[in-house]
């Protein structure tokens, strides 16, 4: 066998110092920014729907909805809910910026719009799909907001949506 194949044992590698403890004034710490934190907004509604027109008992059907934008036509929004005399509830937690906004309310038959249960929009009526809209303006916060609404026959449809229309965002 050649010399360069054959294992030689080596000396062992000694162990390398550690850095003796630091010593004296502790560091100073550097300024951090602090964020403005805005509680979240799940984004969706907690529905609750009825099967009578004016919100009475208990719900039959509780549900998370993505956005108050619905159109049924001659339908419902469930198969157990009937087509005709049912209404609805929606409720959320949103945070808005400081401003002045601009809420719609578009629906067929009756619809509320209420803000820290202050209504908004007060349409409780019989109405063929009609687009309500008033301005509220708003100091920066979470706000709780609530949509009522009612179906009495033939079209069944509800939409609701807010923008800022003046000040800050």
């Not at 706000?143 to 800050?168: D, H, I």
């Amino acid at each position: 066998p050649h010399a360069r194949d054959a294992w030689e044992p080596r000396p062992s590698t000694p162990p390398r110092a550690q850095a003796p403890p630091k010593t004296g004034p502790p560091a100073t710490p550097y300024p951090t920014a602090t964020a403005t934190v805005q509680p979240p907004t799940t984004g969706t509604w907690q529905g609750e729907y009825f099967v009578n027109s004016d919100l009475q008992g208990a719900p039959i059907l509780v549900r998370t909805d993505n956005a108050i934008d619905f159109d049924w036509g001659y339908g419902s929004p469930s198969p157990n809910i009937p087509v005709n005399y049912f209404s609805a509830r929606w409720t959320q937690q949103v945070y808005f910026g400081g401003g002045t906004y601009r809420f719609y309310a578009r629906a067929d038959d009756g619809v509320r719009v209420f803000i820290n249960d202050q209504p908004v929009i007060d349409e409780w009526h019989l109405a063929s799909s009609n687009t309500y809209s008033a301005d509220r303006s708003l100091n920066p916060g979470t706000y709780s907001v609530r949509v009522e609404y009612f179906e009495f026959t033939q079209l069944a449809n509800v939409k609701v949506w807010w923008e800022l229309v003046g000040g800050e965002s």
